[in-house]
């Protein structure tokens, strides 16, 4: 059972960066398709980006593409979210999630909360205009 811990969150400016890490104790953290949600006050939890297993294929929420990169480092069981141009919109608290199914290919990306199987315990971002 993987157990996920991010971490970097914190205050910034509209505009500025920021990198998330998720970290898991995992061994085989390269057979677990990965992704970042977010939840901000009052609403849903919301998928923001996903990598395959082999991190060669990625996906992304529409209100984040070309501003965020997910990346992963398998010798490191470490997946990413670079995060760029921020806006005070982002403020939310954010996710890591793991996903295991041996029937997933390398290039599967996982775009749905229920298609996660673990969850970390957040970490908050908060974006000031």
């Known amino acids: 059972q993987a157990q996920l811990k991010e971490s970097g969150g914190g205050l910034v400016q509209a505009g500025g960066s920021l990198r998330l890490s998720c970290a898991a104790s995992?061994?085989?953290?390269?057979?677990?398709?990965m992704g970042w949600f977010r939840q901000a006050p009052g609403k849903e939890r919301e998928f923001v980006a996903g990598?395959?297993?082999?991190?060669?294929?990625?996906d992304y929420t529409d209100s984040v593409k070309g501003r965020f990169t997910i990346s992963r480092d398998n010798a490191k069981n470490t997946v990413y979210l670079q995060m760029n141009s921020l806006k005070p919109e982002d403020t939310a608290v954010y996710y890591c999630?793991?996903?295991?199914?041996?029937?997933?290919?390398?290039?599967?990306?996982?775009?749905?909360?229920?298609?996660?199987?673990?969850w970390g315990q957040g970490t908050q971002l908060t974006v000031s205009s």
């Open positions: 990598i395959s297993r082999s991190g060669s294929a990625t």
């Open positions: 995992e061994r085989t953290f390269s057979s677990y398709t």
């Open positions: 999630a793991a996903r295991f199914r041996l029937r997933d290919s390398a290039i599967y990306v996982a775009t749905w909360l229920t298609d996660y199987d673990y």
